[in-house]
């Protein structure tokens, strides 16, 4: 009898159980309950800053191609592209300048640790398609050329400075003798307009060899915290280029944790308005990834409830160019980190290494910059949410619910010549301080609608300020005080 009840307890317990796998195979990518996805997202969410690198065999010509500048701006990972190289004229003038030091990486880790960046994010591989891995699906790769695995040297530097860790990896492929480039009238390629050199492809070859190397990428390096895919144009997108969702869950297959973005596509439900860097929407359905990636753009009014992602290079190229100059100022790279965080966004700092790894003098003072800044600040980025200001003219704010109650950091940009800041909100304030300053003074008393803070007259740090304000309850901020309308 005994057998019999369990018989059956058990055959009603797998019809169950079968249904309930149909059921999460039918939704698909979108089983997910929100409660798993914000236990993913939660990480990154806290995070707030990672680094990214650029580095690939474009490194090594620096911006240079027949010794004469490409150009002084703009990207110079896209040096073959410029040029209009076909692979292999490019390979026979890049692999020879292509030569990483032992434990190249480790500057790296070490410089986004200091800067207090959490995760690192490197080029697997970069449109010009040389994988930086030891790749058996390929020949054009750091394993077959050097004889080295940069991705394991990579992922070993990262971890031993415990960051998280992910790979960029490009869809697009300038190599492959496969990719069809004439699917798209978009996403360029140094052939574009030309003939196959060798005849026919077919695109569906190039699909089987992407989805091998993303699996490699993933297989052999352990956990992977972050997949960023680049890229997609609205003629050539998501399934019909990539087989994107089989390659999204493909790689979640193999890392349950894994964030991905959203740049296998190129339509509005995945986060995007237009092919330009700035045509992100304010939306994404979280099928096509998990964050919206702005790029070298800072949306103007936040994202609210999303997650997004500012990516952005020190000077204005990627890959590393000895023709650029144009090194943004700690200033402006510190209050771009502000800003991103008071609308809610993570920032994704990018470096470009030069062939043997190491980094410009310019590179490294700015992540200590930051770093500096963080160590005495990093409370008003990590582990906040955005401003709940719709507007504050001297500056940022950014916000943390804890246990013991609210604190609502204020980072000013303008100090007040006065001393006196104005806050455009009602709050219980328990405490007040400066973090560059703890012993200095800071009053406050609520006059009327808005909350007077009076401040030391000169401000501790020229760039931002942090305020710190523990509220006994939750602000009643102004809404009415509203960004100025623009010119
Ligand atoms: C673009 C560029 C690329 C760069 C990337 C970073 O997609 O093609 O060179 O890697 O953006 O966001």
Redesign the pocket.
């Known amino acids: 009898m005994r057998t019999t009840a369990s018989f059956i307890r058990l055959t009603v317990a797998l019809a169950l159980l079968c249904g309930a796998t149909s059921a999460m195979k039918t939704l698909g990518q979108t089983a997910e309950s929100k409660e798993a996805r914000n236990e993913r997202m939660r990480w990154w969410r806290e995070a707030r800053f990672g680094m990214?690198v650029?580095w690939g065999l474009y490194s090594g010509l620096a911006g240079t191609w027949n010794d004469k500048p490409v150009g002084t701006k703009g990207?110079m990972?896209?040096i073959q592209f410029y040029v209009k190289a076909d692979t292999d004229t490019y390979a026979q003038k890049a692999v020879p300048l292509f030569k990483p030091a032992p434990g190249f990486a480790k500057e790296w880790a070490k410089l986004a640790k200091m800067a207090g960046c959490k995760y690192i994010v490197l080029?697997s591989k970069?449109?010009d398609g040389f994988a930086l891995h030891n790749s058996t699906v390929s020949e054009f790769d750091a394993g077959s050329v050097l004889g080295r695995d940069l991705l394991k040297e990579f992922t070993d530097a990262a971890r031993a400075e415990g960051l998280r860790i992910g790979f960029?990896h490009?869809v697009?492929d300038w190599h492959h003798d496969q990719y069809e480039y004439a699917l798209s009238k978009q996403l360029c390629h140094p052939l574009q307009g030309k003939p196959y050199p060798n005849g026919k492809r077919d695109h569906a070859d190039y699909l089987k060899f992407l989805h091998a190397q993303a699996d490699e990428l993933v297989s052999n390096y352990g956990p992977i915290d972050i997949l960023?895919w680049?890229?997609s144009s609205q003629d050539f997108e998501g399934d019909a280029a990539w087989r994107a969702f089989d390659l999204m869950a493909a790689v979640r297959a193999k890392q349950p944790g894994i964030i991905m973005n959203n740049?296998l596509f190129r339509n509005e439900a995945a986060g995007w308005k237009s092919m330009g860097?700035d045509g992100f929407a304010l939306s994404i359905d979280n099928k096509y990834g998990d964050f919206i990636?702005p790029?070298?753009h800072i949306p103007a009014t936040g994202m609210p409830g999303l997650d997004f992602e500012v990516?952005m290079t020190l000077n204005t190229t990627?890959?590393y160019s000895a023709h650029d100059h144009a090194w943004k100022s700690d200033e402006t790279l510190i209050r771009n980190l502000v800003d991103i965080a008071s609308k809610g966004g993570n920032y994704?700092l990018?470096i470009g290494p030069k062939a043997d790894g190491s980094v410009t003098p310019e590179t490294v003072n700015a992540f200590r910059a930051i770093g500096e800044w963080m160590k005495v600040n990093g409370e008003s980025i990590y582990e906040t949410t955005a401003s709940p200001f719709p507007y504050l003219a001297w500056g940022r704010s950014t916000m943390r619910k804890g246990e013991q109650g609210i604190t609502l950091y204020l980072q000013v940009f303008d100090w007040p010549a006065d001393g006196i800041l104005k806050v455009p909100m009602q709050a219980e304030i328990a405490a007040a301080r400066l973090l560059a300053a703890p012993d200095a003074n800071v009053t406050f008393e609520t006059a009327s609608a808005h909350t007077v803070l009076r401040l030391p007259s000169t401000a501790p740090d020229k760039i931002a300020t942090v305020v710190r304000l523990d509220l006994k309850s939750a602000p009643e901020v102004d809404m009415s005080v509203k960004p100025p309308a623009a010119k």
């Open positions: 990214f650029h990207g990972e896209w080029t970069h449109h960029y490009s697009i960023w680049d890229y740049r860097t990636t790029e070298q990516c990627w890959g994704l990018n």
